[in-house]
């Protein structure tokens, strides 16, 4: 079974930066699409990136475009979330899911991708505050 564990989170000043990885075992990540979710503080859990499995379809939502970049490092089984002049709006869990699928995705979310996550972490905390 894929298991993913979720790192690189804490506390940082407004302004500053975390890289979130999202490390993989039990299955190489090479047939996997990758999505970052994020669930702030009395807030629903929203789509925050994902990407695909050969890295050509990536997707952004509004709030994190232009500061956040997702990669992947198929070779050390892991993602990553490199997350840039953070505010405090960014504050929240944030988790790793995967869905095992070579599909690009046609649409402007991850959408594409819900179907058939079915691996999650357990989340990684950050808090963004002076």
């Known amino acids: 079974q894929l298991k993913l564990v979720e790192s690189g989170g804490g506390l940082v000043h407004p302004g500053g930066s975390l890289r979130l990885s999202c490390a993989a075992s039990g299955y190489s990540l090479d047939y996997y699409a990758i999505a970052w979710f994020r669930q702030g503080p009395g807030k629903e859990r929203e789509e925050v990136s994902c990407i695909s499995a050969s890295s050509k379809s990536i997707r952004y939502t509004d709030a994190v475009k232009g500061r956040f970049t997702i990669s992947r490092d198929n070779a050390k089984n892991t993602v990553y979330l490199q997350m840039n002049n953070l505010a405090p709006e960014d504050t929240a869990t944030y988790y790793c899911?995967?869905?095992?699928?070579?599909?690009?995705?046609?649409?402007?979310?991850?959408?594409?991708?819900?179907?058939?996550?079915?691996?999650w972490g357990k989340g990684t905390l950050v808090t963004v505050s002076a």
């Open positions: 899911a995967a869905t095992a699928t070579l599909n690009e995705l046609s649409g402007s979310s991850c959408r594409g991708y819900y179907y058939g996550m079915d691996s």
